[in-house]
């Protein structure tokens, strides 16, 4: 699996929410609204997730594994980076 094009989205209002991400996968196959979050320790990545009956969020499209969640996780957050430093 390739990540083929990563799109940022900057959000502008003020928040933890710092960016909405688009990843294309081997040219074929899109998954929108990857959140960029400011935590605690730092940037991370939250995958898609819809508010189910009971309240609780759960993720719509996810990695299976913690290998390939943070090899997307780094791509986004590198192309965040750099998108960031473009704009200072």
Do not use: C, W
Not at 14 to 23: F, H, P, Y
Not at 31 to 37: E, G, P
Not at 38 to 66: C, Q, T, V, W
């Amino acid at each position: 699996m390739q990540i083929t094009d990563v799109r940022i989205r900057k959000v502008e209002k003020e928040g933890k929410m710092k960016a909405v991400v688009s990843i294309t996968i081997d040219e074929e196959f899109v998954v929108h609204d990857i959140k960029i979050i400011e935590g605690e320790k730092g940037l991370f990545i939250a995958m898609p997730s819809r508010k189910a009956a009971d309240g609780e969020y759960r993720d719509i499209a996810h990695p299976i594994n913690s290998d390939t969640r943070d090899r997307i996780q780094k791509l986004i957050l590198e192309k965040y980076q750099e998108t960031m430093a473009v704009e200072e």
